[in-house]
């Protein structure tokens, strides 16, 4: 069983940065791929970023890419999502996920933390 513990979201204005965390626990992090996801109210939840196990591939939405970058610390089971330009279309709650396979879709996931609000003003 892995637990994901979110932190880091808050308010931010348009044009600023965030960076979320998520904290694993358990010692099978570094055979996890890992993603965040985002979901606004009243749209399904979508896929933000991944990162392959040992952190050496990284996949994004269109909408984010050029401005959210996803890396991983194994030695410290943490996956980090670092979003710079933020957006009011942005603003969500984002989801950390754990899973053997990873990519894009929820299939690839196992693990889900609770979710971190995220809430870009304009």
Same mark, same amino acid.
């Given at each position: 069983q892995v637990q994901? %513990?979110?932190s880091g #979201? #808050?308010?931010v204005q348009a044009g600023g940065s965030l960076r979320l965390s998520c904290a694993a626990s358990g010692r099978t992090f570094s055979r996890l791929a890992m993603g965040w996801f985002r979901q606004a109210p009243g749209q399904e939840r979508e896929f933000v970023a991944?990162? $392959?196990?040992s #952190?050496? $591939? !990284? &996949? /994004?939405? *269109? $909408? %984010?890419?050029?401005?959210? !970058?996803i890396s991983r610390d194994n030695a410290k089971n943490t996956v980090y999502l670092q979003m710079n330009s933020l957006k009011p279309e942005d603003t969500a709650v /984002? /989801?950390?996920?754990?899973?053997p396979l990873g990519g894009s879709y929820y299939a690839g /996931? *196992? &693990?889900?933390?609770?979710?971190t609000q995220v809430t870009v003003s304009s």
């Open positions: 994901l %513990v979110e #979201g #808050g308010l991944a990162v $392959s196990k #952190g050496g $591939s !990284t &996949y /994004y939405a *269109d $909408s %984010v890419k050029g401005r959210f !970058t /984002y /989801y950390c996920a754990a899973g /996931y *196992d &693990y889900w933390g609770q979710g």
